[in-house]
């Protein structure tokens, strides 16, 4: 697809595209869990929504830019499980697919069926630019997954994942002492299973000030 669709071929394609009956369940993300493997949609050109989030999980800008502007509302396309194509972005660290998704107003707190934001799949493979952009276009730093975990949960899960916990700790939003469901913080978590746990420490309340204006 090329230009503004000057031609009866490009019409015809976007108007058969727009109208596929696509059912649900074509899509399973399985990102929660990296050991699942991704299963691929095998018709993934056959809409704009599968076309797009398609796109976004290969790194096709093009495609992407060229699907917005025939249908912008394809930003907020979903797979079955609730990815979204700025979760895939983020997933992926595509950061120029990421900022493109947001100009186009792609929702920074979409949330998956297990109540995942961009933010956590940034986190869960410590995509730092990624996981700033979004701060940047007002992710929440403490959204809340199903099992209660927050980005910097997932953060902590990850052995190299000194910068990503550093952008979220200097996040003047940022909750450290937030309990997953297992009554862990994430500095409980990054002191068993990480070399980073010294980052984490800038979380301790014995470090946070509060200030104020001196009259």
Known sequence: MEGDMESDDEMSQYEKMCSANVKPGMFVSGWDDPADLVQEDKNPHESLDREILWAANEGKID???????????SVNS??????????????NNFVDIAELLLKFKANPNAQTELKWTPLHSACKW????????????????NAKSDGLQTPLHIAATVSNCRNVASILLLDRNIDPDALNNSEETAADIAKRTGLTYPVFEMGHSAYRVETGLID
């Open 126 to 141: 410590s995509n730092a630019e990624c996981a700033a952009l979004l701060l940047q276009h007002g992710a929440d730093v």
């Open 63 to 73: 495609v992407i830019r060229e699907i917005l502007h025939l249908d912008p509302d």
């Open 78 to 91: 979903v797979d079955d499980d609730g990815y979204t194509p700025l979760h895939r972005a983020c997933y």
